[in-house]
């Protein structure tokens, strides 16, 4: 599918996809950075702020699984397309809500809900057919370019645009997603082929799920990825539920103003696009577990760095520096994850990841409302500065030779 005449090797297959994730990424900061800032408007209840994070990343718990399965049954790229299908229809229909005078925290808590849903299908598709476009050769530089278009839009353009739309409303800020996510539809549309995996015989949904599990659970080197991941997105799953409240407005410690915040947020972004490029020389050079103690270390500042200084220069930084950190980490793991996966299998062990990786981020949010209601918000950041730098332990047990060894054992499968 790869034509060897267009940029980079990567077929104009992989660049109509490249396109539809920027916009339906840039759909998604604008939502998840808005959704907050207008629910202030509401409500300034650190549980209900950090509530909104939570309805966003449940559906992560709740339907990860039967999301991967079914990716792995459906055409992935029919998949991708309805789901953005789905949450564009769900915001118009709150943004009608809201302007006919019916907007509510209640009514954000729908949105969260219902986009965070069609997500779990959307982002797991969209993972999954990167080998089929491109081939498992290519695949470090096919997930640094998707990272990047997917960071910048998502994190970088996103959150300081989201600012701006929120201080002009609401009509602004929730009509911008629908229009995204209707031009990443049109774009999806242009994409030719069929994307459905092979399959040998009739399974149940429940024995396809288990099966992806049970790949999981007894593969050493993508279990450990996977509770290590876990563990740092719970961390900043806790943190970034409440920083809008440590940051946003004259009474919180940085005393930045809504658009200040969202380019707080896009310095995270503007790293994680320098790593998006970095990660494949990075990986050249230092070999890929050092590369992932490295830039593990550097992403869990992220989190730490709150605990020392509400100074945003300083914050933004370390922001910069973590978000690289956490493109090249993220690179590594991935591709290693789709080198070390069977295709048929590969929808159902990144839902399972997922399962794991994105649902302890609504665990997060809940802890964190939590602790900042129960012990103040300081408490949140050490905690779980302490547990996002600490998950790095588990690269103990991961060697160049144990890497090879289970890429020779995938080669067999």
């Avoid at 353009?157 to 629908?178: D, E, I, M, N, S």
Wanted: hydrophobic share 55%.
């Amino acid at each position: 599918m790869c034509d060897p005449r267009s940029v980079s090797g990567l077929g104009g297959t992989y660049w109509r996809l490249w396109s539809a994730a920027g916009l339906s990424s840039l759909a998604d900061g604008v939502l998840k950075v808005a959704l907050p800032l207008i629910a202030v408007g509401y409500t300034r209840s650190p549980v209900l702020i950090a509530g909104l994070a939570f309805a966003f990343s449940l559906p992560w718990l709740l339907f990860a699984l039967p999301a991967g399965a079914l990716v792995d049954r459906l055409d992935r790229r029919r998949a991708m397309l309805t789901a953005n299908v789905l949450r564009g229809g769900l915001l118009a229909g709150v943004l009608l809500l809201t302007v006919l005078g019916g907007g509510s925290i209640w009514a954000l808590y729908v949105v969260a809900l219902g986009a965070g849903s069609a997500e779990t299908v959307y982002d797991t598709a969209a993972q999954s057919i990167v080998p089929q476009v491109v081939g498992r050769t290519r695949l470090a530089r096919a997930n640094g370019r998707m990272y990047a278009v997917e960071q910048t839009a998502n994190e970088f353009a996103g959150p300081p645009l989201a600012g701006l739309l929120a201080a002009a409303g609401a009509g602004a800020a929730f009509g911008t997603p629908v229009v995204l996510w209707a031009a990443a539809v049109a774009v999806l549309l242009l994409v030719r082929g069929p994307y459905r995996v092979p399959r040998d015989g009739r399974t149940t949904l429940r024995a396809d799920i288990a099966e992806g599990l049970r790949f999981l659970w007894h593969h050493k080197v993508l279990r450990t990825f996977t509770v290590m991941v876990g563990a740092f997105n719970f961390a900043t799953g806790a943190t970034f539920a409440v920083l809008v409240l440590h940051a946003v407005g004259p009474g919180s410690a940085m005393g930045l103003s809504a658009p200040a915040f969202g380019l707080l947020m896009a310095s995270v972004a503007a790293g994680s696009l320098a790593g998006s490029f970095l990660a494949e020389p990075v990986e050249r050079r230092l070999g890929r577990v050092r590369a992932l103690w490295v830039s593990w270390l550097a992403g869990g500042l992220t989190v730490g760095v709150l605990a020392v200084t509400a100074d945003p220069y300083a914050v933004g930084v370390v922001f910069f520096a973590g978000g690289a950190g956490l493109l090249v980490s993220n690179v590594v793991m991935v591709s290693l994850r789709q080198r070390l996966t069977p295709d048929r299998l590969l929808g159902r062990l990144n839902s399972s990841h997922r399962l794991v990786a994105w649902g302890t981020k609504s665990l997060g949010a809940l802890a964190g409302g939590a602790i900042a209601q129960a012990a103040g918000l300081h408490a949140v950041f050490v905690l779980m500065g302490v547990l996002a730098l600490g998950a790095v332990a588990g690269l103990s047990g991961v060697t160049e030779d144990v890497l090879a060894a289970a890429e020779r054992d995938a080669v067999t499968r």
